[in-house]
């Protein structure tokens, strides 16, 4: 019941999605679709990591999808971090390139 | 007739240069432009296949390694060069026969952007030369910034200048990349880099090695708009002009198939660049997917469809097979014309409503069936419905993803494409199949015939493709084996 809850309440959380303007039926069922959709593959990409380790992947497979599915709606939280504000994309850009960079040098030569 | 390849890029950049210069003399500059345009995909359909050494500084064998050293500007040109100028000039064409019929006076400085543009890109794919490449890409940047900037779009100054401020990280960073390669090998020449590399006179374990391909990886996530830059380039496609967007998005594929096939020549030795190149790509087309189904504005929808898109070609040469490699290749094929399509088409649409709220809109199939029409099928064609284009190259890449053993990327790509056609489903019904907006006005405004001869060239080529696709992937292929 609690789950149901929580999807319902999604739902009406999607409003804030789209205001200012009217919600729409068209716009509530495209941002379910994209709700799933972005559970379904970030947890399909996950198994790729049996090609590591089968166990790790596993693991890591059920971890993100309890935390996925406990933390819907994720869409509004992808969103507000993905809008056009200039701090956001270059915080985003040098966490990246930070990521890469150390990836490289420290583990460059392992995979 | 090898002295064609040069004149390729000859073409366009001073046809920019004269444009700018003599603008004042309208209609001198309509006819001029026209002629030059209608030239860009003919030059690369009469040139031979070959090599071009600038200054006539042919390779240099070494008599005691037996290595052969490259001191010129090398351009190659083969097949996929051929028809990726090939198809860019000729959407260089359709963009600016709209721009011209569009404006009565023209804006010299507008045409000069779109002509740098072209010649850039042109430069970025025949070039054997990274710090080559680099150049035109630099030039590339700023010739986006300008079209973007030039459009009469509310925002778009904003959007050209955080496009800038973005892109002051991602070049320099890419430039040091090249700089490093520089440092080990002693040559800015790719066949020369790449055989120094292979011939194990680089050690690739170094961290200067490792480091060189971290810093220009980032600077090709910049030039390709995969994440983390995948905002801004849908921002950018946005607040461009219709025909702008649809120039700009095939600079955007170019520039990404460019750098990407120079890094994957230099660094395939490496396997954790193939699983970088996936790891992006994934995160684009879910990223990019994701958020089109949740936009209201349709041209940033397919800004965002356009990123998700790019990710099927990193997908395609992340796998590193010849089969891969040819689908990625052909997807990037397939996405500058689809996208362009529906730019144009999306584009047709503001010009008759001045609107781009899905929400406000409606009922449009009975006022513009045409457009309505050809939209649906570029629609169709993007989400992978057959017998289109794009059903073509994905088939390919969800099969060249099986044959590697990874069939999560398999079904991760079908997904894909079924949201993308939920995206279609979705706006589709809401602009042109739901009752018309009592407040919406639509009397007296028609689509340019410009904009529909576009689209209806653009449309007849996706349809050709994919019924004929081998006309394209057998030349991709011999090309791939090459490069393998």
């Known amino acids: 019941m609690k789950l149901y809850d929580q999807i319902f309440d999604v739902v009406k959380q999607f409003k804030k999605l789209f205001s200012p303007g009217p919600v729409t039926n068209a716009d509530v069922s495209g941002s379910i679709t994209a709700e799933i959709f972005i559970i379904v593959s970030l947890v399909l990409s996950a198994i790729l990591l049996r090609h590591v380790n089968v166990l790790l992947a596993a693991l890591v497979t059920l971890i993100l999808a309890v935390v996925l599915i406990s933390n819907i709606p994720l869409i509004p939280k992808f969103k507000k971090e993905q809008d056009d504000s200039l701090e956001k994309m270059l915080f985003y850009a040098i966490v990246t390139l930070a990521i890469i960079v150390v990836f490289m040098y420290w583990g460059g030569n392992l995979v | ?484």
């Open chain 2, 1 to 484: 007739m090898n002295e064609l390849i040069p004149i390729m890029v000859i073409v366009p950049l001073m046809a920019a240069l004269l444009i700018s210069a003599f603008s004042k003399f309208n209609k001198a500059t309509k006819i001029f432009a026209f002629v030059v345009a209608i030239c860009l995909p003919i030059i690369p359909l009469a040139s031979n296949y070959g090599l071009h050494y600038f200054g006539g500084y042919a390779p240099i064998l070494d008599n005691v390694t037996n290595v052969m050293y490259h001191p010129a500007i090398t351009y190659s040109f083969t097949f996929l060069q051929q028809i990726f100028i090939a198809i860019v000039g000729l959407l260089t064409f359709l963009v600016v026969f709209v721009y011209l019929t569009k404006y009565k006076k023209v804006s010299g400085p507008y045409l000069f952007l779109l002509f740098l543009g072209t010649a850039a890109v042109t430069a970025m794919i025949l070039t054997d030369d990274i710090f080559h490449m680099f150049v035109f890409f630099e030039i590339l940047a700023l010739a986006q910034v300008g079209i973007v900037a030039a459009s009469s779009i509310d925002y778009s100054y904003e959007m050209a200048l955080k496009y800038m401020i973005l892109g002051s990280i991602g070049s320099p960073i890419m430039l040091l990349g090249i700089g490093f390669l520089l440092a080990l090998t002693g040559s800015v020449n790719v066949t020369d880099i790449a055989t120094a590399v292979h011939n194990g006179l680089v050690d690739i374990t170094s961290p200067v090695f490792l480091m060189s391909l971290a810093l220009i990886f980032f600077g090709w996530l910049y030039a390709s708009g995969l994440p983390p830059f995948h905002t801004i380039k849908s921002g950018v496609y946005s607040k461009a002009e219709p025909h702008g967007a649809a120039l700009l998005q095939s600079f955007t594929v170019i520039s990404m198939i460019s750098i990407v096939l120079i890094m994957f020549r230099i660094f395939s030795t490496l396997p954790i660049f193939e699983v970088l190149i996936v790891f992006f790509s994934i995160l684009a087309m879910i990223l990019g997917v994701s958020l089109a189904l949740t936009q209201t504005d349709f041209r940033r929808m397919i800004g965002f469809l356009a990123v998700g898109e790019l990710g099927f070609i990193g997908l395609g040469i992340g796998l590193g097979t010849t089969f891969s490699l040819t689908a990625g290749l052909f997807q990037a094929l397939n996405e500058i014309l689809i996208t362009a399509l529906l730019f144009i088409g999306f584009g047709a649409i503001v010009e008759a409503t001045n609107e781009v709220d899905t929400r406000k809109l409606g009922g449009l199939l009975a006022y513009h069936p045409k457009v309505s029409i050809m939209l649906l099928i570029g629609g169709m064609a993007m989400a992978g419905v057959p017998p289109l284009n794009g059903f073509q190259s994905k088939l390919m890449l969800v099969q060249a993803s099986l044959n590697c053993g990874y069939p999560e990327l398999s079904i991760l790509a079908i997904m894909v494409s079924i949201a993308t056609f939920v995206v279609f489903v979705k706006t589709f019904y809401t602009m042109f199949l739901k009752p018309k907006p009592k407040d919406l006005e639509l009397e007296n405004k028609e689509v340019p015939r410009s904009m529909i001869f576009t689209m209806g060239v653009l449309l007849i080529i996706i349809i050709l493709l994919g019924i004929f696709p081998d006309v394209v992937t057998t030349g991709i292929s011999n090309f791939v084996g090459g490069i393998l």
